[in-house]
């Protein structure tokens, strides 16, 4: 992580970046158990934790700009968690549905692509603003 104002965005697409790789790891992974008894699918929610805390702080900060720039990037950490761990309308009790899985899983693709575009947009914005 950088400690200056100007990565202030990068520092915040870092972490949706990382969070989206885990996530991306975690539908693997439960596509790969779709057949092994009792398997409980895993997920990862960084999109409720990153509007946790821009609406933390909106009320402190009024535009985004400065929001995103005394934001404490240390608080976006999402837990790993068991999704409907007590229910399965399967006989093994597995809980994933491999279609449901991979719709998921190109849709983090995306998400993941667009997080490392935008991760590359701003260093080039950097690049141009210090003239190299």
């Given amino acids: ?32 158990n779709a057949d092994t008894p009792t398997y409980k699918r895993k997920d990862l929610d960084f999109q409720s934790v990153l509007e946790k805390e821009l609406r933390t702080g909106s ?11 005394h934001m404490d990037t240390s608080n976006l950490t999402a837990e790993v968690y068991k999704d409907y761990e007590n229910y399965s ?3 093994d009790k597995n809980n994933v549905d491999i279609d449901t899985e991979n719709v998921e899983l190109a849709s983090e693709q995306l998400r993941y692509q667009q997080l490392t575009t935008a991760v590359t947009n701003e260093f080039s914005h950097l690049k141009i603003a210090i003239g190299s």
Avoid: C
Avoid at 59 to 69: E, S
């Fill in 1 to 32: 992580m950088i400690n200056s104002d100007a990565f202030s965005y990068i520092n915040v697409l870092d972490k949706a970046a990382d969070a989206s790789y885990t996530r991306e790891t975690l539908i693997a992974n439960n596509i790969a």
């Fill in 59 to 69: 009320t402190q900060y009024p535009n985004l700009d400065t929001l995103v720039k």
């Fill in 89 to 91: 309308y399967r006989i």
